[in-house]
């Protein structure tokens, strides 16, 4: 008997995704890894929103990026071009009727790399353009603007941080721990993160389960969309993985795969 689907995308991303699961009949945890919220300070980010319109091009790192942009942008100017990497940001995207976006031609690689072989560097030379991202991430789509001459604003819109360790999620783990489950993992900070949660759980609960918890949690099956994610499980010790690429279809495609 299949386990449960574990949806471990922040609480805003999981409702869609988990009743395309449970459409397909199977029992769904929503287990978010990482906690979003706004900034304190918000002052960067709507000065740079206020002149949206000087911007040849506004690159979102995130579906994250773009609930935290949209929350101040009452209408996207026509003339400027969206930059995403994934199919959710896309969609995301589409959603607040931007009309312009540029995303990786192939969607099965979606990272800032194959953003950057999509997008047409030359015409960006000397060009404005602003990456709302995370307080913190990878400075590889900034860097590889500027390396083709476009002048980079880069500015953060939310924060991430591992949940704290309740007793409540403590439960939630120790049970889901307790049976074989697809863990749907859409980021390699989330899957660090819950490694740490569950060193913290054994430190604080050594007799909680027969066995060590990060070893319990290794033999479980994830299912990445992509192959960073992937890179990060392997060097922590996972082996049952299935590899789909980017979008909500591919992971359902691999979620129906194992019915």
């Keep these: 008997m299949a386990g449960a689907v574990v949806i471990t995308r922040p609480l805003a991303q999981a409702a869609p995704l988990a009743a395309r699961v449970t459409a397909l009949g199977r029992a769904v945890e929503v287990?978010?890894?990482?906690?979003?919220?706004?900034?304190?300070?918000?002052?960067?980010?709507?000065a740079a929103l206020a002149r949206l319109d000087q911007y040849a091009l506004v690159a979102f790192v995130s579906p994250n990026a773009i609930d935290a942009a949209f929350a101040h942008i009452r209408d996207w100017p026509a003339h400027v071009t969206a930059a995403v990497v994934g199919e959710g940001s896309r969609a995301a995207l589409a959603a607040h009727g931007v009309p312009n976006i540029v995303s990786?031609?192939?969607?099965?690689?979606?990272?800032?790399?194959?953003?950057?072989?999509?997008?047409?560097?030359?015409?960006?030379?000397?060009?404005?353009?602003?990456?709302?991202?995370?307080?913190?991430g990878r400075e590889l789509m900034g860097d590889g603007l500027r390396a083709a001459g476009a002048l980079v604003d880069i500015?953060?819109?939310y924060r991430r941080a591992t949940p704290a360790l309740t007793p409540e999620l403590a439960a939630i783990l120790r049970r889901l721990l307790a049976q074989q489950?697809?863990?749907?993992?859409?980021s390699s900070e989330a899957l660090r993160g819950l490694i740490g949660?569950?060193?913290?759980?054994?430190?604080?609960h050594p007799d909680a389960m027969q066995h060590n918890s990060v070893v319990a949690m290794q033999q479980?099956?994830?299912i990445v969309p992509h192959?960073?994610?992937?890179?990060?499980?392997?060097?922590?010790?996972?082996?049952?993985?299935?590899?789909?690429?980017?979008?909500?279809?591919?992971?359902?495609?691999a979620l129906q795969s194992r019915l």
Aim: glycine share 6%.
């Design 197 to 204: 949660l569950l060193h913290e759980m054994d430190l604080r």
């Design 220 to 222: 479980q099956h994830l």
């Design 104 to 136: 990786p031609a192939d969607s099965a690689h979606s990272d800032s790399e194959h953003l950057l072989q999509t997008l047409d560097l030359p015409a960006l030379q000397g060009q404005p353009v602003l990456i709302i991202r995370g307080e913190s």
């Design 155 to 157: 500015v953060p819109a």
């Design 227 to 253: 192959a960073r994610i992937a890179e990060t499980a392997n060097n922590l010790g996972f082996s049952k993985l299935t590899l789909t690429g980017s979008g909500d279809e591919r992971l359902l495609a």
């Design 181 to 186: 489950n697809d863990w749907i993992i859409t």
């Design 31 to 46: 287990l978010p890894l990482l906690e979003i919220s706004p900034l304190p300070d918000q002052t960067a980010l709507k």
